[in-house]
């Protein structure tokens, strides 16, 4: 299956504690999106980054969120000092090369789902 | 901020029923998309529309991007159970993030 691989699947965290999510895009993808899903809500966009870069982080959180997607290895988004209102699904999503200033499909990872007690 | 509205929020029918989606924005969208989500997975793409006036069909779904690419819908004809879901339809404007809309719930009865 070469799909985008994102582990854990499920994460549960305490209240101060640190939460990675990492996220492997499809094979030959290079473009890295992640979306935050609340329950019963729609899902919002965090970061868009490429290798070794943050393209845009708009829909980022200024404080404890952070992310990136190195050389080597899988894309990881870090929550620091977690706290109950992070808990929501949390979606990896990947593309090709955008070329010619068109969008090209995103394809999404299972999710992770972080629940902080 | 653009917005994307989605509607309707929830739709439970019989199985053989057709239904509409509808998608609809004031911004002009370079391309959407749909996707189809199920309980505990993550959204699977099941269409992107680029041009204006664009009519896709995949089986029994069909999808229409409005002429002046600010809206879009997702008609099912016949419906079955096994079409219960939430569709969600997202837009892309400048760059390459997606805005999602609230999306529809839709369960279909046997």
């Known amino acids: 299956n070469a799909g985008v691989m994102q582990n854990p699947r499920h994460l549960v965290r305490r209240r101060g504690q640190e939460a990675r999510l990492r996220c492997s895009p499809m094979?030959?993808?290079?473009?890295v999106y992640w979306y935050r899903q609340l329950p019963e809500e729609g899902l919002k966009f965090m970061v868009y980054?490429?290798?070794?870069?943050?393209?845009?982080e708009s829909g980022m959180p200024k404080e404890r969120f952070s992310a990136e997607f190195p050389k080597e290895g899988p894309s990881i988004l870090r929550i620091q000092q977690v706290v109950r209102g992070d808990s929501a699904a949390y979606f990896c999503?990947?593309?090709?090369?955008?070329?010619?200033?068109?969008?090209?499909?995103?394809?999404f990872g299972p999710g992770t789902r972080l629940t902080v007690t | 901020t653009q917005l994307l509205e989605q509607s309707p929020q929830f739709l439970s029918i019989q199985e053989g029923e057709n239904l509409t989606v509808y998608c609809n924005s004031s911004?002009?969208?370079?391309?959407l998309q749909w996707y189809r989500q199920e309980p505990g997975e993550g959204p699977v793409l099941l269409v992107t529309?680029?041009?204006?006036?664009e009519v896709k069909k995949l089986k029994r779904l069909t999808f229409q991007f409005g002429d002046a690419r600010k809206d879009s819908s997702l008609h099912i004809t016949a419906a079955q159970p096994g079409d219960t879901g939430l569709y969600l339809c997202?837009?892309?404007?400048?760059?390459?993030?997606?805005?999602f809309g609230g999306g529809t719930r839709l369960m279909v009865k046997p």
């Open positions: 999503a990947s593309s090709h090369l955008k070329s010619g200033g068109l969008l090209y499909e995103q394809y």
């Open positions: 094979k030959g993808h290079s473009h």
């Open positions: 980054l490429q290798k070794e870069n943050i393209i845009d």
């Open positions: 911004s002009v969208f370079s391309s």
């Open positions: 529309v680029v041009t204006g006036g």
């Open positions: 997202a837009g892309a404007w400048a760059g390459n993030m997606l805005t």
